[in-house]
Every structure is written in C-alpha cells, then in structure tokens.
T-cell receptor
Framework: AQKVTQAQTEISVVEKEDVTLDCVYE???????LFWYKQPPSGELVFLIR??????QNEISGRYSWNFQKSTSSFNFTITASQVVDSAVYFCALSEMGTNAGKSTFGDGTTLTVKP | NAGVTQTPKFRVLKTGQSMTLLCAQD?????MYWYRQDPGMGLRLIHYSVGEGTTAKGEVPDGYNVSRLKKQNFLLGLESAAPSQTSVYFC?????????????FGQGTRLTVV
C-alpha cells in the first residue's frame, strides 16, 4: 500500500523567511509520480508540480524549489523569501505510474502561515 | 474556460436524507474522481471513473454511489446521509494519456449532515 507522510502539521514563519515542507512516501512501485498541491484559504486545490520517480533533478520555479531524493523516499518543497500569500495548506501526493494523476494518495497536509 | 464545476457549493442535510452532487468538466477528460476531505486530513478517494459508463471504488466507497452517463459529468449520490459523511467533497478530472498528468479540481462542496 502507498503512504505519504507530512510530519509537519503546522508551520509558522515571518515574511521573507525561507521554509521547507517535508514529504516522505512509501511505495512498492519502482516507478511512480509525486505531486505537490496548494490549498489556499479559499479552498480550491492548485497543482504546483509533478515529478517522475526516474527524474531526480531538483527543480526551481521562481521562489519555489523541490528536492527529490529517491534514496530517502523524500520529496521536499522549499519556499524562498516567503510571502503572506504563500499562507495555505500544502499537500504532497503519490500516484502509481500507469494510473492517472487523480487516483493519488495524499498526505494529511502542512498548514503554512506566513506572518507579515 | 470553466474547468471543473461542482454543484452545489454548500448543503445541509438531515440524517437519512438523500442527495446528489454533480461534477461537470469541459476539458474532454477521460478520468474523473470524487474525493472527500475531512479536517486535518488529506483527500481520500471515494470513487472514480476511467470513462463514460464506467465506475470503480476508491479507498472509502461505503455509503456512496456514482454514475458516469455522460463523459463530461460525474455524479456522487448519498442514499441515506449520515453525520459521518459531513465533509468537503472534491471532484477532479484528468487526461488519459501515456504519461501521467495532474488532476484539475473543482471548488469543493461543503456538506453538513445533522
């Protein structure tokens, strides 16, 4: 069975601080996809990134960066110079290769609060 | 460019009542999903569909039924609502391709069963 663990339930930072959200996963599959989604206070789910299990290159998109380490089954998400608008719940998710993206196993989420 | 639309957005039911949640997508996606989200938890898959006329059970299917009569619509039914079904329900859709793609989510339906 697949499992995604986001050990940090809540994180609070002051604006402009860097913050890293941890994600650890378990799967018996050798190939899989990992995702991060953002859920702002308005409630919708916003896709942030998808990573293939065979691509361990780190990725940077503006203030966001992701560190995928297959050896430790981790897919951590870093926000650099955080802003108040980054306040949201962030979900890490895992899906099998060959099945579609929506049929994913989600972590319980990390609530990030960025204070001005 | 509506994407995924859920109807209604809010609903209060009495225990034992029935209702249907509607999900409509205009992206011609093959796959559609219903999730529930409870406080402090991630999303859990209720049922999903890989194409028109097909449905399958997810992680927490008990107490729910679904139908996919048209490709663009995916209905979630509660035949006899229970307080344990108080939750936020999300519908999602995604493409059927050789490589995995992200899911597009609706705005959610907040259901309270009293």
């Amino acid at each position: 069975a697949q499992k995604v663990t986001q050990a940090q339930t809540e994180i609070s930072v002051v604006e402009k601080e860097d913050v890293t959200l941890d994600c650890v996963y378990e799967t018996r599959d050798t190939t899989y996809y990992l995702f991060w989604y953002k859920q702002p206070p308005s409630g919708e789910l916003v896709f942030l990134i998808r990573r293939n299990s065979f691509d361990e290159q780190n990725e940077i998109s503006g203030r966001y960066s992701w560190n995928f380490q297959k050896s430790t089954s981790s897919f951590n998400f870093t926000i650099t110079a955080s802003q108040v608008v980054d306040s949201a719940v962030y979900f890490c998710a895992l899906s099998e290769m060959g099945t579609n993206a929506g049929k994913s196993t989600f972590g319980d989420g990390t609530t990030l609060t960025v204070k001005p | 460019n509506a994407g995924v639309t859920q109807t209604p957005k809010f609903r209060v039911l009495k225990t034992g009542q029935s209702m249907t949640l509607l999900c409509a997508q205009d992206m011609n996606h093959e796959y559609m999903y219903w999730y529930r989200q409870d406080p402090g938890m991630g999303l859990r898959l209720i049922h999903y569909s890989v194409g028109e006329g097909t449905t399958a059970k997810g992680e927490v299917p008990d107490g729910y039924n679904v139908s996919r009569l048209k490709k663009q619509n995916f209905l979630l039914g509660l035949e006899s609502a229970a307080p344990s079904q108080t939750s936020v329900y999300f519908c999602a859709s995604s493409r059927q391709t050789g490589t995995n793609t992200e899911a597009f989510f609706g705005q959610g339906t907040r259901l309270t069963v009293v």
